[in-house]
């Protein structure tokens, strides 16, 4: 397993949209890929739990 871990010194910078094209290339190729999203910003609550509104975009674009 690699791991890649995507990091900026500012917010709104590109990294969500940066994970969803880096993931999509490598599902492309035959890879599996996971994401995992530390710390969120944008909270929001869907079937009773919180979570990041980034990270549930994410989920839904990369299965």
Known sequence: MK?????STSAYAGK???A?????HLQERG????YFKPLGS??????????????VYIAEQIG
């Not at 791991?3 to 990091?7: A, C, E, G, H, R």
């Not at 969803?20 to 999509?24: G, P």
């Not at 890879?31 to 996971?34: A, M």
């Open 31 to 34: 890879l599996k890929v996971g």
């Open 42 to 55: 944008l909270p929001v609550r869907i079937n009773g739990q919180t979570s990041d509104e980034d990270a």
């Open 3 to 7: 791991t890649l871990y995507i990091v």
């Open 16 to 18: 969500s949209l940066a």
């Open 20 to 24: 969803i094209v880096i993931a999509l």
